[in-house]
């Protein structure tokens, strides 16, 4: 394949958008390093059938529609407006209440109304989570950490958008400050696997709080250096940056 074949090729990857929180378009040609624990396993050993649930920055429900818990007692916040719109369309008709969050604003929920707050990979204020938290009531997160994917974005597109002090040794006393215990915690470094480019490039495009202002054609050098790395390989590598928590709002 020619170079103006690849970044044909690339070029539609790069058009390509993704719905909800969903990565099937390239399940077959990336693998992501295992976690040495199981969030959705984490999340039912508290969820509770009368629990009152919130999930924050659902997605597309993805993961939330995988707990099957009751519709009525369960809350979503999403900030991307496409992804606010799936949801009202999805997610509310079932009964689930939807409401859209805005960065740096409370969230639009009243005090003390969850037993469980939930949070994959989105931001958080703690002091809103233990506002909207009921006495007693657990936040479970599993956060993207500072130092995720650092060298793929700093080869890929120059940027160094990492935030090294966003990890679960700065988190713990943080959250212990504002009046939660720490029921559980762990962090990880794992490596993901990029089988074929196009995978990457549509995964850049996906991810652009991580990969900044990547484009094929502004990266194409950088990418082409990469497509050479994985025909040597296999693989282009990635090493993935998460941690863990589980905090208790103390009564």
């Known amino acids: 394949m020619t170079n103006e074949e690849k970044r044909a090729l690339w070029k539609r990857e790069e058009a390509l958008t993704m719905t909800g929180w969903d990565f099937s378009h390239i399940a077959d040609r990336y693998t992501e390093g295992r976690l040495p624990w199981d969030y959705h396993a984490k999340v039912l050993d508290f969820l509770k059938p009368e629990s009152r649930l919130l999930d924050m920055g659902t997605g597309g429900g993805e993961f939330l529609l995988s707990l099957r818990h009751p519709f009525r007692l369960t809350s979503v916040t999403e900030a991307w407006e496409p992804n606010v719109r799936l949801c009202e369309k999805k ?29 994959r990979h989105e931001s958080y204020d703690i002091g809103e989570v233990r506002r909207v938290l009921k006495p007693g009531g657990y936040f479970i997160t599993q956060q993207v950490g500072g130092s995720n994917s650092l060298w793929l974005r700093q080869v890929l597109c120059g940027e160094n958008t990492s935030i090294p002090a966003f990890n679960l040794e700065n988190e713990i006393p943080r959250f212990q400050a504002a009046g939660f215990s720490i029921n559980y915690k762990n962090q990880c470094y794992t490596t993901d696997r990029f089988f074929d480019t196009g995978a990457l490039v549509w995964y850049a495009k996906a991810l652009p709080w991580e990969f900044g202002t990547f484009s094929v054609d502004g990266c194409f050098e950088q990418l082409l250096r990469l497509d050479a790395l994985r025909e040597k390989q296999g693989y282009i590598p990635s090493v993935q940056h998460r941690f863990i928590l589980i905090a208790r709002k103390k009564k």
Do not use: H, K, M
């Open 91 to 119: 997610l509310a008709p079932l009964g689930i209440t939807v409401r859209q969050s805005v960065d740096g604003e409370p969230l639009p929920y009243d005090d003390a109304q969850f037993d469980l707050v939930l949070n």
